[in-house]
């Protein structure tokens, strides 16, 4: 058993790229000595900025040898057949065996040395790593055919056992010879075997292991920032990324002008970590301190106190120019900014941003008005979603994307808006994904979901739907972030209502134009495309498909209001795990068959019940009926399956004691009659038909 | 205490001319800038054209870049209508690129036990000269000094071979050196004798001042519009009579003139579009037409060679 090194050595992989490496590097690998036989077993992966390197330990000196049969022609088939399998096997008829008519050729092969699986392997890896982006370089390019690695490959280490595993591939021969740090250590190492790899790059100052790298990152930063009082703020996507970014890692503490402070965090956070890969840190009090951490390759000769300068100062330009957004920024009302939004194009079929916003403003002060968004002052819902988008034009914004909402937010309350809008016009984009908090704040609300409604209603009238998995405008998005409003907020909307109010209001006596007519299909393809979402997150939590399906129909059409939709489908779920609820689901089901089965009935049924069952279940439906449509109809769905749940023993007592389908027919009428009236009074509930089992 | 004479960082003239003989020692021809107003080194035809075809080609030049977007009157320390890119072109790209690249920092004062240099991701791409190519940016203590790339097309034409582009930030890399924080105060030149120091502020603040308010403010619209249509027409002239040279000089004069345009805030972003495809037309048509002429040549002299 012999143990296997390659390093693949190359110009600076970008960070970014350095998992996804590690982890093709290990397929391919394993793929290729699968293929040749051989179990890859025990693998180490690492990576730094340059180079991939993979050390495959226990490694049998050669390929196992394998006999493999192929099965020919029938000893009885033309000669030609014959010819043909020998030319294919390689073999002469005497080598042949002949099993009960049939031409069999064994072939053995005898084991292939592990060294050149590995040849070929490197080779193979070489030419189909699977990079994100690759590039030609070098003599080599003139050819169409030249290799393409990530940046120019410049060595090969590959040693198996202590011996070489001779491969050139794009003009790079495999040696023992690697290369440490850029600086500290620029001349040629010598490898000798797997097990000294990682000691002798050590010694030339590269940490080959990038937990390694992160571990010193994360620590080193904690602690740097600790000793002068401050506190990390942790981020593990920088991490990585600055252990991709270096082979000797030195976390230093640097300090910024106080003054830069009053930026908002946010800003400072986000330029310091997406221009130049820093960490920030908070002070004792728990708010953003005027500090930074940086992460250099070098131990440099002075501890590093160039390098600290040298960033300070990027940083400095850097918070100059957000300084500078903010306060350019403020010096116009948002009112003015949002003038602005007349000239962005927010579809090409539905208008500018200037318009959406105007829509939005529409719907949002008639959540309001129409106490749908309750304690919602419609004239605030108004202001907030007139200055919601205005940030989209600021400076600031277009410097970092990523703000949009709360830079909005921040000059609202500079601007000294009240509280409710400055809060609504940060928060409305929420809740963005499924773990991000819903907002509840009354204006934030009404912002929020009208927004998220004109998208979908603006789309949706366009014939813009989301198919497969082709959702360029984030519909379904919009659409689960509509439901979780709505829900969790418990708003009494009608998704009908709302998508009529969007149309416009038109006039009820005049005729409706075609184009008219044709966007009243939203008023169907909405609550459809909502339910269907609405389904799906019941899924989760436990409701069934047939559960919801039993409760979306209101009034005989389906129900627009999702809340009503959501909370009759939870209480019909709780309802059916009951004793009561599943006898009275199989006293429906049987009812129903029976009913079915009847058909058309004929004739009047006898004036009064035929006998006790009859009038016990008779009267039990004259109580329970009356009472579960007024629960139903104030929509208390707990107190309608409660009322429902009085029936099970009357219809159980009646199935035992009497035959619906009595000889007589005015008795059978009469028993038919009773059991469309209970079918009736479970449907005024929830639609058992549609439900399984 | 080292002697101050010693350790006094290179004046601006004094970086680019030892980048000069740094790059001269190394082979390349030392070409001086293209007498056009371009936005990049880039544009010098001795980057764009002579980045196809086979021919080995290695050749440093000082250009100045005109960005009219840019300006700020003279009144930002570090942004500039009109600055200065060293760029290089070293094609095939040898091996050792960026060993070289980093003599050439050592060449200008910068030690790397000292200061932190690193390659940090970025891929250029040049949509309106239908180029891109990978590389980095280089970083050195945070600050981006350099931009490195392998060029992979040009003009929608492969690069074969591949040529390596350095392009240096001469104003960032000397207020870096001289450790000064504003542009304007870059040391140009050094006393002689009776003669005085130059600051980059001598030389250009008053350019800054002028220019910016030109370009933002003054430069007639109709006129640019008109030479933007102008240098179309006279680009795609030249092309059908097979001088690929002065059709490359009307993209570039339409190029600019867009960028003035951009300036003056007349070109909307819808449009926007259509104009960096209009000017994209003209640099690969110019590309294909320089192909066109040279590649019996190159076919000739590079048996093997195909575009």
């Known amino acids: 058993m012999t143990d296997f090194l390659l390093e693949l050595r190359s110009e600076e992989i970008p960070a970014r790229m350095q998992a996804g490496a590690r982890a093709e590097l290990e397929k391919l690998f394993r793929a290729q000595l699968s293929a040749a036989g051989l179990e890859a077993g025990d693998l180490t992966i690492w990576s730094t900025p340059r180079r991939l390197a993979l050390i495959a330990k226990g490694l049998p000196e050669a390929t196992a040898a394998v006999s493999e049969e192929l ?36 072939i053995d092969k005898p084991g292939r040395p592990t060294s050149h699986v590995l040849t070929d392997t490197i080779a193979h890896i070489v030419r189909h790593m699977p990079w994100p982006k690759s590039m030609r370089w070098g003599k080599e390019s003139a050819s169409s055919e030249s290799a393409r690695w990530v940046r120019p490959l410049s060595g090969i280490v590959a040693i198996f056992g202590e011996e070489l595993v001779p491969c050139k591939i794009a ?80 976390p230093l503490l640097g300090r910024f002008d106080e003054a830069f402070l009053e930026v908002p965090p946010e800003v400072i956070q986000l330029t310091a970590r997406v221009n130049q890969k820093y960490f920030v840190v908070n002070g004792a009090d728990g708010k953003l301190a005027n500090g930074f951490v940086c992460t250099a390759n070098i131990d440099a000769r002075d501890g590093g106190a160039e390098i600290v300068a040298g960033n300070r100062k990027v940083l400095a330009a850097r918070l100059s120019d957000a300084r500078f957004f903010w306060e350019q920024d403020q010096k116009k009302a948002l009112a003015q900014h949002a003038e602005k939004l007349a000239n962005i194009t927010f579809h090409e079929k539905l208008g500018t941003v200037a318009d959406k916003v105007e829509r939005v403003a529409k719907l949002a002060e008639w959540l309001a008005s129409e106490g749908i968004v309750p304690n919602c002052d419609p004239a605030l819902a108004r202001q907030a979603a007139e200055l919601a988008k205005a940030d989209l034009v600021t400076e600031m914004v277009g410097e970092f994307p990523e703000l949009q909402g709360l830079m909005g937010g921040y000059y609202a309350r500079a ?47 366009e014939d813009m739907f989301p198919t497969g998995s082709k959702d360029p405008f984030a519909l379904r998005r919009a659409g689960i972030s509509s439901l979780r409003l709505i829900l969790q907020n418990g708003l009494k909307l009608s998704t009908d209502a709302a998508a009529t109010q969007w149309l416009g209001q038109s006039d009820p006596t005049a005729r409706l134009s075609e184009k008219e007519i044709a966007d009243r299909k939203i008023l169907t393809t909405i609550p459809d495309f909502l339910t269907e979402r609405l389904a799906v997150q019941l899924r989760e939590t436990g409701v069934s498909a ?17 809340d009503r939709t959501e909370t009759r489908a939870r209480d019909l779920q709780a309802f059916l795990a009951t004793e009561d609820g599943t006898n009275l689901l199989a006293g429906y089901k049987r009812a129903a068959n029976i009913l079915k089965q009847a058909g058309e009935v004929s004739g009047n049924g006898a004036a009064t019940p035929p006998t006790d069952a009859d009038a016990a279940l008779l009267a039990a439906l004259d109580t329970a009926e009356p009472a579960a449509s007024a629960a139903v109809a104030e929509e208390r769905f707990t107190d309608a399956m409660a009322a429902l749940a009085s029936l099970r023993a009357p219809i159980d007592a009646f199935f035992d004691g009497v035959m619906v389908n009595d000889p007589d027919e005015a008795v059978r009428a009469y028993r038919l009659g009773l059991l469309a009236r209970f079918t009736g009074a479970v449907h005024g509930v929830a639609d058992f038909s549609k439900i399984e089992g | 205490m080292a002697d ?42 001795a980057t764009t054209l002579r980045s196809l075809g086979p021919v080995p080609w290695n050749v440093a030049y000082v250009q100045p870049s005109r960005r009219p977007t840019d300006g700020r009157y003279g009144e930002n320390p570090n942004r500039l209508q009109h600055y200065y890119q060293y760029q290089v072109i070293l094609k095939p790209s040898p091996a050792d690129l960026q060993e070289q690249y980093l ?48 060029f992979q097309q040009m003009g929608g034409f492969d690069c074969k071979p591949v040529a390596g582009e350095l392009t240096y930030g001469l104003e ?23 003669v005085a120091a130059v600051s980059y502020g001598d030389v250009f603040l008053e350019n800054e001042r002028q220019f910016s308010k030109w370009n933002f403010e003054v430069a007639d619209t109709d006129t640019l519009f008109a030479g933007f249509k102008a240098a179309e027409a006279e680009c795609q002239r030249a092309i059908a009579a097979n001088v690929p040279l002065a059709a490359y000089d009307q993209a570039i004069e339409a190029s600019h003139l867009f960028n003035l345009l951009q300036a003056r805030g007349v070109i909307s972003v819808q449009e926007r579009a259509n104009y960096m495809a209009r000017v994209r037309d003209l640099a690969k048509g110019s590309c294909k037409a320089w192909i066109d002429s040279q590649s019996e040549r190159w076919t000739e002299k590079y048996p093997g060679w195909t575009l």
Not at chain 1, 546 to 562: F, G, I, P, Y
């Open chain 1, 546 to 562: 047939d559960v919801v399906q039993a409760s979306r129909e209101w009034n005989s059409r389906d129900d627009t209001r999702l």
């Open chain 2, 4 to 45: 101050a004479a010693e350790t006094k960082p290179l004046s601006f003239q004094d970086m680019i001319l030892t980048l000069h003989n740094y790059w001269s020692a190394r082979g390349c021809a030392i070409l001086q800038p293209y007498d056009m107003r371009v936005g990049a080194g880039t544009f010098h035809p």
């Open chain 1, 415 to 461: 601007e000294g808006l009240p509280d409710a809008v400055a809060d609504a016009i940060r928060d409305h984009y929420k809740p963005v994904g499924q773990g991000d908090d819903v907002p509840t704040a009354p204006v934030t609300v009404a912002v929020a979901l009208a927004d998220k409604l004109d998208t979908l209603f603006g789309f949706f009238r």
């Open chain 1, 71 to 106: 099965k020919g022609p029938r000893s009885s088939a033309p000669p030609q057949a014959l010819e043909g399998f020998l030319r294919k096997t390689g073999l002469t008829q005497d080598q042949l065996e002949d099993r009960d008519g049939v031409w069999f050729a064994v």
């Open chain 2, 172 to 194: 960032r890399l000397a207020m870096y050196i001289q450790n000064v924080d504003n542009v304007y105060d870059l040391r140009f030149s050094d006393a002689v004798g009776d």
């Open chain 1, 171 to 250: 003009g790079v021969e495999a040696g023992f010879a690697t290369r440490g740090h850029r600086f500290h250590c620029p001349g040629e190492i010598t490898i000798g075997s797997a097990s000294d790899y990682a000691e002798k790059l050590r010694a030339c100052h590269v940490i080959v292991d990038h937990e390694e790298r992160q571990a010193i990152i994360r620590d080193g930063a904690a602690k740097a920032a600790a000793d002068a009082g401050l506190s990390l703020v942790e981020d593990e996507g920088l991490v990585i990324e600055n252990a991709g970014l270096t082979e000797w890692p030195v």
């Open chain 2, 103 to 150: 003599g050439s920092l050592a060449a200008i004062g910068i030690d790397p036990l000292l200061h932190d240099i690193r390659f940090v991701e970025d891929d250029w791409e040049s949509p309106t000269l239908g180029a891109w190519g990978l590389g980095w940016e280089v970083w050195c203590d945070g600050m981006e000094v350099t931009q490195f790339t392998y």
